[in-house]
Each structure stands twice: as C-alpha cells, then as structure tokens.
C-alpha cells in the first residue's frame, strides 16, 4: 500500500525564511505603547508590507521612497509597516505615514531573517500571510519594486459573485520554480524501473514507474517517489507551506501520508469519461485528503481538474500551487490537448 512512516511534526531544521513559507507571527509595541498584531483580524486578509529597519539614519534614501508610496501602496490595499531596533523617540522622530513596530530585543527581525545592522529587509506578505518577496537592494527604488509586487497580487485577486463550488482549497507557492525544475527532473532522470500496476509496492528502495490504468485510461504514469532526498525536502516544504493551512480551513491535523509519486499524463485519456473518489476502495477508506502541485503548467495545455457534483468549474492552478481536496469528493482529471503534464501527488491524513 505504500505508506510511509509518520514524520515528524515539522523538518529537523530550521530554514531560512523564503518566499511560499508562511511568515512568522509578529506582535510589537507600537510608538502609543499599544500592540499591534499583523495576524489581527481587522489586519488579516489584506497584502503587508513589512520594512525592517535597523537604523533609521542609514535607510534615508529607502525611507523617503515608502513615503513616496504609501498612498499608492494604500490605494492597492496593502498595509505598511515599519519595525525596528531603534528606540521609540528617534522612531516618532521620524514621522513615518504608518505604524511602527518596535523590536526591542531583536528576536522579530531574526525570525523574519531581516538584516540587523545597517540594510533594511523589506517582506511582502500575501493575505494569508503567506511570504510572496523578500526584499534586500535598500534604495528609493525598494519601495517602487514592493509597489510594482502589491500590484501584481492585487491583480489576481477579482471580486466576483460566486455560484456553487466545490470546497478546495488553492494555496499558491507551496514549491518554488526551483523546486519545481528539480522534481521535473527526478521524474526524467530517477526510477526507471516499472512495476505491476496496483497501490504502490512497499518493498522498493529506489524511485520506481508504474502505470495506472483505472478506468481503461491510457494517459496515465505514476513515477513513485522513495528515494530520500526529494522525499524529505518535499515533506518539509507541505509541513511548512500546506499543512498549518489544511488545519485553519478544516480543523484537521496532517500527521502521515503515503509515499509520495508523481503523475504523468498526456493526450487523450481513453477508457470511461467519468471521476472518481479516492477513498472509495476499503483498503484506503483511511485517505482524508487528495493534493496535487503541478510541476509544469506552462507547458502544457488542458489538463484540468474538475468536481463535477458542484459544477462543471475547472481548476488548472498555476506551478507550485497546491490544490486540496477531501477524498471522498467525486473528481476528474480532463485529458491533455497539448504536451506532458507533470504533477506531484500525495494522499494524507492523521491519527483519526
């Protein structure tokens, strides 16, 4: 059946902070002595900008560029902050057209990776908190490039009236580009080996390939992924990125998994048109959870998924995106019109 062991709860260390991961929490004193937490509710939802600022006389120049464009910056619906080392008299001194967070101890500048003598650090946070740029070129010209990312991510987001949908869940870069480019290339270098189609074969100690023809399909391949060096950067980076957010939106905790493969799908599928649910067999009514990232969207066209007892709405997210799903929704993965799709998989649960 191929399950692996239960790893443990989060990597065995600690990386730096990158973008995709989730930003730590940061709750500081305020120049009113009042404090304000970037994970506040009347804060949450909305893109940060978050300044790290050892010294106040060194980031003259990056200083005055966020004075520049706080209004733009407001007008996209960001939130800017300013935290720093320096006392709170020679911050007020300052007047800076946003809140600043006073680290008195250094122990947030740390946590958010932000330099700590003269450079400043800037971070912009998506809404959910999630890190989508690590800024380190202090200058005027900071504060246009963190403009030009806000707007970027405010483009992406479209007030629309929805009609029924499946509940998935979409979190955007759970694997980086790089992560990306370096599964792609497992998946063409690494486990050449085929085996019998069925769920996994628990005694192999290498990658291995085998085919799926559920369904009479014939555009499926499932690379299965046992070799430990992807395995243990791939868990680290669900652990770090994906898990906290299947626990915020369904109370359910991510403890264990199966082995982790990849699927390979290209042209016309073949065999019956319909989904299926990935829990329905007994020996994997275990299975709490689906997730797919694919690996290489831009190359390739069709593909999507699609829930179809909510709606005919097709979901394609885009490289390193992870989408999340219960196993007991019925889904279907369309057929390939053009090139390869590469996705990563995963079926995961808990202790209940």
Known sequence: MALSPSPPGRPMFKMPL??????????????????????????AGNPIVALFVPKFAPAAATLQGFRASAAALAAQGARLFVVTLEPAKAAAEQALPCPVLLDRNGDTFHAFNANVRDAVTALVLRPNHHVMAILKEPGEGMAGEALAIVERLTAERHAVAMASHPPVLVVPDVLSPEDCRRLVNVYHTRGNVFVEPKHGDDNMTTDYKMRIPEYRRGDRLHPWIVDRDPDTFIWGRLTNRLFPEIRRAFQYHITRRERLRMGCYTGERG?????????????????????????????????????????????????????????????EAMHVTAGTRLVLLAFLFGEH
């Open 271 to 331: 065999g019956e048109q319909h989904g299926h649910r990935d829990d329905s067999e007994p020996m994997v009514a275990y299975r709490r959870f689906a997730m797919s990232i694919n690996l290489n969207t831009e190359e390739f066209e069709g593909g999507a998924l699609r829930f179809p007892e909510f709606g005919d709405q097709r979901y394609r997210p885009e490289s390193g995106a992870a989408i999340v799903f219960s196993c007991s929704l019925l889904h």
């Open 18 to 43: 990158a973008a995709g991961d989730i930003a730590p929490g940061c709750a500081l004193r305020g120049l009113d002595g009042a404090t304000i937490d970037l994970r506040d509710d009347a804060i």
